[in-house]
């Protein structure tokens, strides 16, 4: 069985790909001798298991299920390239391999890549021979490493407290894409609301000059634009009009064409690249009118006040850990979230897979994009941060649903940022770096608490207490009430701000709270409160959400968590996505009454 058989790359759709998922040869190589023993060579190397790919070697999926640290492994399969595809140039993608990768095909080194939580790719062309091909990948994970992004992954080998089993390898699929000489590439849609137009931005490679690229906009099976541009540089961007002086367009009355979580309109475009009657390129995509801003205190969707609602989101599951076991799993975690009333999620410590972000977009869902931090700080922690930032920015830059970048969180990898200027500095660079690859998001400096310069001040405080610890709740509501108070609250012990820093009239938002734990079946764990059963859950959790919304400043809200993960049994639903409760009255608690003003 061939496991995530669908395409991985939805921003981009081509008709000729050849997924490389399923069952490769595998080694571990705890003695780091597999390079100078040349195991990317035909008959060498010690592959003495079968794993099954996009999934790590410490998951059930994979077929291997051993937790235990192995800090260097390798892959190897074969393929075919199909004899449609001659004449064209051969493109091998990974989706995500955690944490660097080495790649041979048929013997040669064809490229390297560090960093594990976003795609790459390699061209292949020029070493394919006649008949079947070998690919063979190193990958070292450095387990214990706390200046790599590591995020929730530990570097103790048994999971503990918040932190899970690592992800080792290739995570995400692995395919093969045919492409003409002259192609399409670096994509890029950006949306102007107030204009009522879309910026289309791309890179024709090859031999460019005088070809035409033809662009097809259409929404709902209604012809918007057609236009062809005749191509004189490699570079090219172009704006459209989209809302064209109609008024019920715009979301001025009412939606519109613009994108929300309630109506998630999305334009499907068409580029095809000519040469003469020839075709040689096509794409499919897509893109939505979305706007996101901050005024007077408060966070603004496409020109509208807009209270977010958001739910906490490691992305792991109980087989597969980062690895979805299919994309429909995804697809579910969005649906269960809106059956509760949640508008979206703050994806922890995880670049999400592609495809969660398509749904996000299909389906409605507001995304906070964040990425694993390290634990420690370091210059090579800073550059390795900053390196992945950039490719998460290229990759995931057109999916409306991605309303926020969250490059730091609670000061993991950077613990001295209180008072420490070095790490300040880094703070504000990564939050200059993000807006100056993308002017169209909010980037929040370092979600919890110790912000420097951010465009949402992201509060966390898990400080509400149990039921019978009423001087801790009354306190919590107290912290929660008032701007004065919230600012000057240290739930963890630290300051909202770090030294030499203040609140400069961001929206405030409560970005981690809850996380009541609440066992059920045989899982053991644990949670920042506790109840035995669904009525108590249902009742505290209404306790703490009657908290947040009698607050006079808070402008939304990311509840803790979605789901279990290994020892946490603080989610809404089980490790397996089962309920913990009747959905439909979390969603009525999280409709509870809350003034527009602040």
């Known amino acids: 069985m061939t496991y995530r058989p669908e395409y991985p ?122 008949g079947p091909q070998t690919l063979v990948v190193k990958v070292e994970d450095p387990s214990t490493d706390e200046t790599i992004p590591r995020g929730k992954q530990f570097w103790i080998e048994e999971s503990d407290s918040i932190w899970y089993t690592r992800t080792t390898g290739i995570w995400q699929t692995v395919w093969l894409e045919a492409v003409n000489p002259t192609h399409l590439q670096k994509l890029r849609f950006t949306p102007d609301v107030d204009r009522g137009a879309v910026g289309v931005e791309f890179e024709l490679a090859g031999d460019f000059y005088g070809k035409e690229v033809e662009i097809d906009i259409s929404f709902k099976g209604e012809k918007v634009i057609k236009d062809t541009i005749v191509i004189q540089e490699p570079y090219t961007k172009r704006y459209f009009d989209i809302f064209n002086r109609k008024i019920f367009r715009t979301s001025f009355h009412h939606n ?87 508008n979206g ?91 100056s690859l993308d002017t169209t998001r909010l980037v929040i400096s370092n979600d919890g608490w110790e912000l420097t310069k951010t465009d949402i001040c992201a509060i966390h405080n898990y400080n509400h207490g149990s039921k019978e610890e009423t001087g801790k709740y009354r306190q919590y509501q107290e912290d929660l009430a008032t701007k004065e108070s919230i600012l000057n609250s240290k739930a963890a012990g630290r300051s909202i701000y770090a030294n030499g820093f203040e609140h400069e009239g961001e929206p405030i938002l409560l970005t981690e709270f809850g996380g009541i734990g609440y066992k059920v079946g045989e899982d053991a764990g644990w949670g920042y409160t506790s109840v035995a059963n669904a009525d108590e859950f249902l009742d505290d959790y209404e306790r703490i959400m009657e908290a947040v919304y009698a607050s006079k400043v808070l402008y939304g809200y990311c509840y803790t968590q979605l789901t279990d993960v290994e020892q946490e049994i603080n989610g809404l639903l089980t490790y397996d996505r089962k309920p913990k409760c009747d959905l439909s009255k979390i969603k009525k608690i999280n409709e509870l009454y809350r003034p527009w003003t602040i």
Not at 36 to 45: A, C, P, R, T, Y
Not at 378 to 388: N, Q, V
Not at 390 to 395: A, F, G, L, V
């Open 9 to 130: 790359r939805p921003q981009l759709v081509r008709e000729k790909w050849l997924n490389l998922n399923g069952t490769w040869s595998f080694a571990f190589d705890d003695n780091n001798r597999g390079t100078q023993d040349k195991w990317f060579k035909e008959n060498q190397g010690a592959f003495d298991r079968k794993i099954n790919v996009p999934f790590a070697y410490q998951t059930k999926l994979s077929g291997i299920d051993d937790p235990s640290f192995h800090d260097v492994v390798w892959y190897k399969r074969s393929f075919e390239v199909p004899e449609s595809w001659q004449g064209n140039r051969v493109i091998l993608h990974f989706g995500a391999v955690d944490y660097r990768a080495w790649v041979y095909v048929n013997e040669q080194f064809i490229g390297f890549h560090e960093g594990g939580n976003v795609s790459f790719h390699f061209d292949v062309t020029d070493v394919l021979t006649a």
């Open 256 to 342: 519109g064409w613009t994108w929300t979580p309630e109506n998630p309109n999305l334009f499907d475009v068409v580029l095809k690249v000519r040469d003469n009657n020839q075709v040689l390129d096509v794409v499919d995509t897509y893109f939505g009118m979305r706007k996101i801003h901050t005024e007077n205190g408060m966070v603004y969707l496409n020109n509208r006040p807009y209270y977010q609602k958001l739910v906490l989101d490691q992305g792991y599951w109980p087989e597969g850990l980062l690895t979805a076991p299919s994309d429909e799993d995804f697809k579910k975690d969005i649906e269960l979230s809106k059956e509760m009333g949640f």
């Open 345 to 435: 999620c703050r994806k922890h410590q995880k670049v999400e897979d592609p495809r969660f972000l398509y749904w996000a977009d299909k389906l409605g869902f507001l995304v906070w994009g964040e990425c694993a931090a390290s634990a420690s700080y370091s210059e090579d922690s800073a550059a390795r941060l900053t390196k992945e930032w950039i490719e998460i920015i290229e990759r995931d830059y057109n999916h409306p649903s991605i309303v926020a970048w969250v490059p730091l969180n609670e000061s993991w990898g950077i613990p001295q940022i209180r008072d420490n200027r070095q790490q300040q500095h880094h703070s504000l660079a990564m939050y200059h770096l993000i807006h």
